[in-house]
């Protein structure tokens, strides 16, 4: 059997971290790129090349004739501390499209047609996610468009972008569309990270009687996606006939008032919470998962409390470890 062979962009990642392993697991030559090492030395690709999708040049030696897959992940990332405040949004937006613009301009150049892009939940709109007990997220109802952030614009914008390429070049472009994805190996501390490692953090740092901070009132809902199935999905979309776009999610939804109740009762710590001001994004969000089980027949299913469980453990082994230094 030939091998494939697979540029991850991204690599240096969360996800990216994960796909690589993913892909090097089914027998897959990786090269992986990003702008940065992986922090937890969580790329096993064959060849890593350092350097900044954004610049043209070094496009044109990543993107080569030879490659099979190409998987899209690169971007100017960060959970509602990073893409809420709207400070970061021009980076954000320029940044996240010129990495597209020009990976998909150096695939046509070079022939290959077969990529992966990671579009997030934030494109849908926010008419819709207004009720945190009622959030519609299924894939048709992405228009009239109206995210809330520049960067659910962007992600947007890249979608649309991506399907340009099929119709005009005959690419075969798959769009995912994440559900706040977690995990070990995630970014935890240092502004960018999402509600599951924050909280974690925070919990996993405090002692008996403390109290935790969480911004908001806590009755914002959310589902969270345990990155194995993210990266599973993306592979169960690649190799289908359907491009997407698809929500690749979790649909246990749950407030951000339990989900701390939930990260306390696994530390077995007792410590209370205080809701504080903060950015908050919508105030429900959840996957919808009907498409993805009638076009892949398969939707995630490993119970939010193992993934937390999992990804508490690993923040705690950080702590400790950054202690020791
Ligand atoms: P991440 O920040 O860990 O990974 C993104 C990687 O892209 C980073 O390592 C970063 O250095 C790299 N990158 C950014 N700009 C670059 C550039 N100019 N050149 C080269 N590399 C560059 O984030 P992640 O959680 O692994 O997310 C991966 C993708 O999935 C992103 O596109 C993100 O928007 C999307 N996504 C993630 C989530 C989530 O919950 N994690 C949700 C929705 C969408
Ligand atoms: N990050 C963070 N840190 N969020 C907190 C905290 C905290 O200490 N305390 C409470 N929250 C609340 C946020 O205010 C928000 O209402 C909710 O937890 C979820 O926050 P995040 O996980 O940071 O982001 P998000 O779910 O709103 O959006 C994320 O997921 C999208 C995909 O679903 C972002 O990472 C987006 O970039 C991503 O595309």
């Known amino acids: 059997m030939i091998m494939k062979k697979a540029l991850v962009c991204g690599a240096g990642g969360f996800i990216g971290g994960h796909l690589v392993n993913r892909l090097k697991s089914e027998g897959y030559w990786v090269r992986g790129v990003d702008i940065k090492e992986n922090e937890y030395g969580n790329t096993?690709?064959?060849?890593?090349?350092?350097?900044?999708?954004?610049?043209?040049?070094?496009?044109?030696?990543?993107?080569?004739?030879d490659l099979d897959e190409i998987y899209q992940l690169a971007a100017d990332m960060g959970g509602a501390g990073f893409v809420f405040?709207?400070?970061?949004?021009?980076?954000i937006m320029h940044n996240s499209a010129l990495c597209n613009l020009n990976v998909l301009e150096e695939m046509k150049r070079k022939g290959v047609k077969n990529v992966f892009y990671s579009s997030s939940a934030c494109m849908y709109p926010e008419y819709n996610?207004?009720?945190?007990?009622?959030?519609?997220?299924?894939?048709?109802?992405a228009y009239p468009?109206?995210?809330?952030?520049?960067?659910?614009?962007?992600?947007?914008?890249?979608?649309?972008?991506?399907?340009?390429?099929n119709r005009n070049h005959g690419f075969n472009s798959k769009i995912g569309r994440f559900h706040n994805i977690f995990g070990p190996q995630g970014t935890w501390k240092g502004g960018r990270e999402k509600a599951p490692a924050a909280i974690c953090r925070k919990v996993a740092m405090a002692q008996n009687g403390d109290v935790i901070e969480v911004w908001g009132d806590g009755t914002q809902t959310r589902s969270f996606l345990i990155?194995?199935?993210?990266v599973d999905g993306i592979r169960r979309l690649m190799e289908?006939?359907?491009?997407?776009?698809?929500?690749?999610?979790?649909?246990?939804?749950?407030?951000?008032?339990?989900?701390?109740?939930?990260?306390?009762?696994?530390?077995?710590k007792d410590l209370s919470i205080k809701n504080i001001e903060g950015p908050t994004g919508v105030k429900g969000r959840n996957s919808d998962n009907k498409l993805i089980k009638e076009k892949l027949g398969w939707a995630p299913s490993i119970p939010l409390r193992?993934?937390?469980?999992?990804?508490?453990?690993w923040i705690l082994d950080q702590i400790k470890v950054t202690e020791n230094v």
């Open 85 to 91: 405040t709207g400070d970061n949004d021009a980076d």
């Open 145 to 165: 468009a109206a995210p809330d952030s520049e960067y659910g614009w962007e992600k947007l914008f890249s979608e649309r972008l991506y399907l340009t390429y």
């Open 306 to 313: 193992n993934g937390v469980e999992k990804t508490y453990n």
């Open 240 to 268: 289908s006939d359907f491009a997407g776009p698809v929500n690749i999610g979790s649909e246990e939804m749950i407030s951000i008032q339990n989900f701390t109740r939930l990260v306390m009762d696994i530390s077995g």
């Open 44 to 65: 096993n690709s064959d060849e890593f090349v350092l350097g900044d999708l954004r610049d043209v040049n070094l496009v044109k030696q990543v993107v080569t004739s």
């Open 129 to 141: 996610q207004m009720d945190p007990d009622n959030p519609k997220c299924s894939e048709d109802s």
């Open 227 to 230: 990155v194995d199935e993210c």
